[in-house]
DNA sequence: GCTTGACTTCGAGTCGGCTCGAACTCCTAA
DNA sequence: TTAGGAGTTCGAGCCGACTCGAAGTCAAGC
């Protein structure tokens, strides 16, 4: 039972991952990736499905805001073996708290928006309703629209 | 009753909003303000409290990602008067949506995080508790840490 | 009269993360 | 044998939102 892994071209990782074949090299050039990307006899990259994997958790820890620089250190971690998991996990921990903060944050001006859309939400509706405005024509809440 | 509305300096706008200075010089000159901002004889700049207040909106949307044409776009439909009511509630509207997609996005990042963030807690405490691992020095969660 | 400190303008620089284009090499299929 | 398409390298360019620095003005206090 001989199971040769399969390699897949960089269009078609591009395809499974949706980054394009141009951040593809360069995150490759970033060191972004575990090991070093094999080549076949044209010099064409050469990814692994667990390449593919690895590229797809990248995608959520960039989408998240965790910075190239980071990530190349949590793979170099990783690399180094099992001695470096208290360090991977205090990576992922304060990244997780930053994570945590920002959805705080975004939440926090959600509520700000939410309740502007809903002031204008009602403002036009009364508008509609009744045409008479009885407070004047410039009412916008605190004078800032 | 004269109440003669009091005036801040650029410094005191400041300290109250956060922003640097130099941010509150770029954001008038990107016309972010509703009005007009003020000058003394020495051509000093004289902030109102209402400029405070919309900063700080300002501030909301800025940190949930609005871009500054946008808010000045905003600011500019205000200016014009009510008949831009429909065309701002659209704005807001917009950017309600991307916002919440944010938060979503971040969420679904959260959820990969937090998981390996406990696969490396587990693997720390079953690591300390018998120092004998019985998978092999490598088990990683799928071959990628 | 001199220093201090907050202010002014202007234009240039920074940063991260792509994004693009030029010029080239291969392989395949008609 | 020639055209197409997917790949290669390299370096430059872009974007938004600041951020900084130089050089100058002004008013108050010592």
């Known amino acids: 039972m001989t199971t040769t892994t399969p390699r897949l071209s960089i269009g078609e990782v591009s395809e499974r991952t949706g980054l394009t074949t141009h951040t593809l090299r360069f995150y490759e050039q970033e060191q972004l990736l575990v090991d070093p990307v094999e080549r076949d006899s044209a010099g064409r990259r050469l990814f692994t499905e667990q390449d593919v994997e690895w590229l797809r958790?990248?995608?959520?820890?960039?989408?998240?805001?965790?910075?190239?620089?980071?990530?190349?250190?949590?793979?170099?971690?990783?690399?180094?073996?099992?001695?470096?998991?208290?360090?991977?996990?205090?990576?992922?921990?304060?990244?997780?708290?930053?994570?945590?903060?920002?959805?705080a944050e975004l939440q926090s001006a959600l509520d700000v928006i939410d309740h502007k859309v809903d002031f204008y939400a009602r403002r036009m509706a009364a508008g509609t309703a009744e045409t008479l405005w009885r407070n004047g024509p410039e009412c916008d809440e605190s004078a800032n629209g």
Do not use: N, W
Request: with cysteine; hydrophobic share 35%; glycine share 4%.
């Open 57 to 103: 958790v990248c995608t959520k820890l960039r989408s998240s805001g965790m910075p190239l620089p980071d990530i190349r250190r949590y793979v170099e971690l990783f690399r180094e073996g099992p001695q470096t998991v208290q360090a991977r996990f205090d990576l992922l921990r304060a990244h997780q708290e930053r994570v945590r903060a920002q959805v």
